[in-house]
Each structure stands twice: as C-alpha cells, then as structure tokens.
C-alpha cells in the first residue's frame, strides 16, 4: 500500500470525488486510470488533467497532477481499504447467486428511516465497483450495505478483504456464472468466502436454512439469525399464503405470531429476500413488525419484479434484469400458482458456458411441465436447445412482429431474460415503457 496515505489525502482534500472515465464528469477529482483486458486507462491520464481532474493515479510520468504509481487498478483496492478501515460506521456484506439487488434494495427499506444510510448503487458489486461504492461512503455515515458479486473464482475473496462487516447473508447457491463456475460445489465454495469473512470479523450472519448448502455452510458461524420458509425451527418464519401476483403471508419471530402482511412483490424468491432484510433490520434494533411494515412497502423498480399494467387489463411481470437456471425455475414456480390465462416470454441466459444448451432445455422443459402453454423463447442458445420448437425467435423485435398477428390475449404475462437480451422491449408490443 506504498503512497496510499498521500494518495488519501489527496482523495480527501476533493472531497471524496473519485472519477475512472473522461466521458464523464472528472472537474476536480481524484482520477485514477483503471485498465482491463481491452483498455488501458493510463491513455487517457493527460486528457483527464486537461479536463481538470485535480490529481491523476497513473503509470505515465510529466504532469504535475500525476500521482505516478506501478498499477492503479490495485491502489483503488488498497485506497478503499484505507477509507474502510477508518470509516467508523456498521457495514452489511451481502452476496449470493440471486436476490442481492432486490435484498439490497429491501435492507434499505428497512434501515433508512432510522439510519444514516448509504448502499452498493445499482449493481456496483465487482472488483470495480465494490471499491468505488467504499469509496463513497461519507465519514459520518451510519450504516453501508455492500452487494458483492462474482463471475469467476477468487473475485469474493479480494472484494471481502477490502472491509469489515458486522452482519452479512449470502441469499442462496444458484447456477450463476456457469461459464466461469464449473458447478454448483465451485459457486458455493465462492461465496463461502463471505461466511468467512463474518467468521474473521466475529460477526453476525442471517442464514437462509431453507438453502442446503448455506445451511451446511453456516454450522461453522458463531452467531447468527436464521430464516426460513418451510421451518417454524428458524427464528424468522415466512408462512405464505399467497406467492403470486403479490405476496401474502405471516410472520413469525422465535415461535411468536408478528401478524399477517402483504407486500407490493411477489414470489416466494422475494420472501427470503423480505426475511434477509428483516432479519437485518432485527440485528439493528428496528421491531419485527416495522421492519415487515417497510419492506411491504417497497415497490421494485429497473427491470426487477415489478407488475404493470395496460390499458387493456392485462398484468405484466416484468423481470428483466438478470437471469440463471435457478432465478429461472423459481420465477416459473412461483408465476404458475396465479389462477388465470398465462403467457411467458423467456429470453436466453448468458455466461452458461458449456452448461448453455442443456440448462436452457431444462428452463424450456421446467416451464412445459409446470402446465404453461403459451411460451415464447428468444435468443440463439435457446434456437439450439430446442431447434423444433416453433416459437423461439431470435430477437424480441421478430417475436414482437409475429404478436402483430397472433396476438397475446392472456391475462398475465411473465418477461424474464438476462440483461443483454433486453426483454423489456417486448413492453411496446403491449403499449407500456419503463
């Protein structure tokens, strides 16, 4: 960490404005020339000084803004590591295969009407972005949740080394990341690292028992608060009477009624996700009850579980953010409990790697066997799954020319793909925009 305190210095004397792109706004900022396999940022550490970054971390040499170091990818690393180490406020790791957004999402929910509260923008949880998020923690905040992702192994290790947590939850072990991950032992081995990591720091872990790996993972956690959707043994149990198109259910804590609630999502998925969030909530002291009271009130945004409507009734659930096998089957599962006329509307999964063709035919036979009959399919790999089948298309554009005289007369609609496919441009063909 050779120079990381001038560097700090210099990172608060901008008043923690940390900027990695020209395109953007770098007037007055701590610049630091990040490089990856297809750029290298040090091209452009004289343009970000003539843009007028105040200080630029680079390899390159000659201007007076230069702050000249061997890589500057790794002193964001060791910079936000610094500013964590000093940060006096209570941080929440979060990390798992499905549901961190939306459980991020929920945490805040749940913590920011009591706290001083700050959270991972958007989806900002690689090895880019879990430091930048650091980085933009104010010193006087109270609590910070950072999401923690990964594509390939080792990633979860490097990100936990960067701060303490004082609670944490790895949400499930799903078939992520297929194409850097070989198999479901590797991807539970990956995010292990968080448990390892609150095992380090002496924290808390909420633990989803219902998930046979976590549950196996978390014998070795010393504290913990345990949340479940099939077990009254947890301390948190969800016990649902409604999944779809929004989630009923009652809540009990250590054996004890807190009531019955209804939330704005749906999905048992997002029950675990509401009973991570609530379990948090717990370990900072906001009642069962209030902490269930601001998670149902969450309304989900960007693509994720939301319901929309149009003008002719029909209800939309729009899922588009991300997709796997697992967060797949489990969105099928939960849509098939609606009563009424359905029509799905699946685009292809990425980064599945070699596991591609039989996890999409997989998907495919999960949602025929589950009862639907109207099934759409876009993409390439989806093609090749099922090369027979005649609905599959491959963009949303030529599906949406053949809804032009076949139309979808259906009362409910489930859109889900990875985020590269764009799914959520088949919102024109039902006259809807997010």
């Not at 923008?121 to 880019?128: A, E, L, T």
């Not at 539970?188 to 989803?208: F, G, W």
């Not at 029909?314 to 939960?334: H, R, V, W």
């Not at 599959?392 to 809804?403: G, I």
């Amino acid at each position: 960490m050779s120079n990381i305190g001038h560097i700090y210095d210099c990172f608060l004397e901008v008043e923690q404005k940390i900027a990695t792109d020209t395109r953007k706004d770098v007037k007055d900022s701590l610049f630091i020339c990040l490089s990856g396999e297809n750029f290298n940022g040090n091209a452009f550490a004289q343009r970000a000084s003539e843009l007028g970054a105040k200080y630029v971390v680079t390899t390159e040499t000659g201007n007076n803004a230069f702050i000249t170091v061997e890589d500057p990818n790794q002193v964001l690393l060791d910079l936000s590591k610094h500013h964590a180490s000093i940060l006096k406020s209570k941080l929440i790791a979060i990390g798992g295969s499905n549901g961190k957004t939306t459980t991020k999402e929920l945490i805040s929910a749940v913590l920011s009407p009591s706290f001083k509260f700050q959270a991972t923008p958007g989806n900002f949880n690689n090895h880019i972005g879990v430091p930048l998020t650091l980085l933009s923690l104010p010193l006087d905040i109270e609590i910070g949740a950072i999401e923690l992702g990964t594509n390939h192994p080792g990633e979860m290790r490097i990100l936990c080394d960067l701060f303490k947590a004082d609670i944490g939850v790895i949400t499930n072990i799903g078939k992520e990341h297929l194409e850097g991950f070989k198999d479901l032992e590797s991807i539970a081995r990956e995010e292990s690292e968080l448990y390892l990591m609150l095992q380090r720091d002496n924290a808390t872990a909420t633990v989803n028992m219902d998930d046979h790996w976590l549950g196996n993972m978390s014998k070795r956690l010393n504290q913990i608060i345990s949340y479940s959707l099939t077990s009254k043994d947890a301390d948190l149990y969800l016990q649902i009477t409604q999944e779809m198109p929004q989630l009923h259910f009652e809540a009990f804590f250590k054996g004890e009624s807190m009531g019955t609630f209804q939330s704005k999502i749906g999905g048992s998925y997002n029950a675990y996700n509401i009973a991570a969030a609530v379990a948090i909530g717990h370990f900072f002291g906001i009642v069962i009850p209030t902490a269930i009271d601001r998670c149902c009130a969450y309304e989900p945004n960007n693509n994720r579980s939301q319901w929309l409507t149009n003008e002719k009734g029909q209800q939309i659930f729009l899922d588009a953010y991300n997709a796997n096998p697992s967060s797949m089957e489990l969105g099928l599962k939960s849509f098939s409990t609606i009563k009424g006329s359905k029509t799905i509307l699946l685009g292809e999964m990425l980064e599945m790697g070699s596991h591609s063709q039989s996890e999409h035919k997989a998907i495919f036979e999960t949602a025929q066997n589950l009862g639907f009959e109207d099934i759409y399919l876009v993409g390439n790999e989806f093609k090749k799954a099922v090369p027979s089948y005649p609905f599959v298309f491959e963009t949303a554009e030529s599906m949406l020319a053949w809804f032009d005289t076949h139309p979808v007369e259906s009362e409910y609609i489930f859109i889900k793909g990875s985020r590269g496919i764009a799914m959520e441009r088949s919102l024109d063909y039902f006259d809807l925009s997010v």
